[in-house]
């Protein structure tokens, strides 16, 4: 197949540039300005039209807290304790949560499902294709994050304690379990005496030894360190103290900053299906367009580790393409067509 004549969003060329896309086999083959069709191969024309990467949500609970279920539906937070990093939501997540489909209509194709923030250390957060009726075959990155939290959310989630005190010293234990099994596990194996796994602890692991990074909500102190940041919810209502200061002003402030930012609809907080619609709001409110088109893309594909398949037109990338009849962030833009993997899905 062929996609032709679009404004397709290169990043290497600093935006919108007419190309062809030539998919093979749900890949993307190659790109050029003037690709001819084969004989028999599809062609799909997309003159005057605007052609990205399917879009990515670096923090999202779809698919674990599914929309119109109410309580039957969310299995977004576990009160089993304040430390639960044994749990990963690959085992609450149902492919068949009805925003999946609006969101994949809407130009969204992949997001990270995360525990939510009721507990100071929630489980393993993945990374899924909205694609796919089986969890274990929509994965990208089982192990994409391990979810913290430490702002009003644990401390008022009735764990026994009820002070930022707690929330910390919980936070604090964990980690140090983990140092202390770490030991006890290294110890084991060079005596060659028996040792019990623990589930949690071996997730730990994968944090302590840098290979799973922590999603962690933390509002201010940022620009002195080197980490990504995830923005949002911005569409809500101010409903705690902590978000007294929320505007769609923090994204572009971050970015200038020159930290990578990813916007996040944190859905069901706000629909994933309006992701686009949030991009366009930090980029009216002060931030530059091509970062808020990365900050849908590009960069929540590198910041969860799937940037060799995910969040740019790129060959030998997978063939996740959105055709819109407007530039994405124009209030009346509509997407005309999705391919996931090189796979129409409207």
């Known amino acids: 197949m062929i996609v032709k004549h679009g404004n397709v969003l290169l990043f290497e060329e600093g935006g919108f540039v007419l190309r062809d896309i030539r998919v093979e086999n749900g890949k993307i083959k190659e790109i050029a300005p003037e690709l001819q069709a084969a004989e028999g191969e599809e062609v799909f024309d997309a003159s005057g039209k605007y052609v990205t990467p399917g879009m990515i949500d670096a923090h999202s609970h779809i698919c674990i807290s599914e929309e119109g279920m109410g309580s ?3 299995d977004c937070c576990d009160y089993s304790g304040a430390l639960t990093p044994e749990l990963e939501v690959l085992d609450g997540i149902y492919p068949f949560d009805r925003a999946v489909i609006d969101s994949v209509r809407a130009g969204v194709t992949a997001a990270c499902v995360c525990p939510g923030s009721d507990g100071v250390v929630g489980g393993v957060a993945s990374t899924i294709t909205l694609n796919g009726t089986v969890a274990d075959e929509m994965l990208l990155r089982r192990y994409t994050a391990m979810k913290c939290s430490v702002g009003e959310n644990p401390k008022t989630a009735k764990h026994g304690f009820e002070s930022r005190m707690g929330v910390a010293y919980h936070l604090r234990k964990c980690l140090e379990d983990a140092i202390e099994y770490r030991h006890d ?3 084991a194996e060079k005596s060659g005496s028996w040792f019990k796994r623990d589930i949690g602890m071996e997730n730990m692991l994968k944090v302590l030894n840098k290979e799973m990074p922590i999603h962690i909500a933390i509002a201010d102190y940022l620009a002195k360190f080197p980490y990504p ?5 911005g569409m809500t209502p101010r409903s705690k103290h902590e978000t007294w200061n929320k505007t769609y002003e923090t994204a572009g402030v971050l970015s200038r900053a020159g930290l990578k930012v990813c916007i996040t609809a944190d859905h069901d907080v706000t629909p994933l299906y309006y992701l686009p619609v949030y991009a366009a709001l ?3 409110d002060g931030m530059d367009e091509l970062e808020g088109l990365k900050a849908v893309t590009i960069n929540p594909a590198e910041v969860l580790g799937i940037d060799d398949r995910k969040g740019s037109l790129t060959a030998g990338k997978d063939a996740d393409i959105v055709v819109w009849d407007q530039h994405p962030f124009a209030y009346q833009a ?6 996931l993997s090189g796979k129409a899905m409207c």
Do not use: L, Y
Not at 334 to 339: A, M, Y
């Open 229 to 233: 940041v995830i923005v949002g919810p």
């Open 334 to 339: 509509h997407v005309e067509q999705v391919f």
């Open 282 to 284: 930090s980029v009216r």
């Open 72 to 74: 039957i539906g969310d």
């Open 185 to 187: 596990k290294e110890e």
